[in-house]
């Protein structure tokens, strides 16, 4: 089933993942981060996954912060 869901990511090479442990931070095992420059992709990416098998699994959709990525000089300028 796991194969099915990295199909589907590899369709989207336009959207970085990053996997990472989450010790501390909640009960699952890991936290995944994706960056992209198109949203639409990622939204695109995430609506295919959920009609993966494995999804029919998940009990909780945990919630997803999206954010975008500036670097140090121009966010601080941005806090005012």
């Not at 336009?14 to 995944?32: A, C, K, Q, R």
């Not at 998940?58 to 601080?76: N, R």
């Given at each position: 089933?796991?194969?099915?869901?990295?199909?589907?990511?590899?369709?989207?090479?336009?959207?970085?993942?990053?996997?990472?442990?989450?010790?501390?931070?909640?009960?699952?095992?890991?936290?995944?981060?994706?960056?992209?420059?198109?949203?639409?992709?990622?939204?695109?990416?995430?609506?295919?996954?959920?009609?993966?098998?494995?999804?029919g699994y998940?009990?909780?959709?945990?919630?997803?912060?999206?954010?975008?990525?500036?670097?140090?000089?121009?966010?601080?300028r941005s806090?005012?």
């Open positions: 089933m796991m194969a099915e869901h990295i199909q589907v990511g590899h369709k989207y090479p336009e959207v970085l993942l990053n996997t990472t442990y989450s010790f501390g931070i909640h009960d699952e095992d890991f936290m995944l981060a994706f960056e992209t420059d198109t949203l639409h992709k990622f939204q695109d990416l995430i609506m295919d996954l959920r009609e993966t098998r494995v999804s998940i009990a909780v959709d945990t919630p997803m912060i999206v954010c975008v990525k500036k670097d140090i000089v121009p966010l601080i806090l005012g």
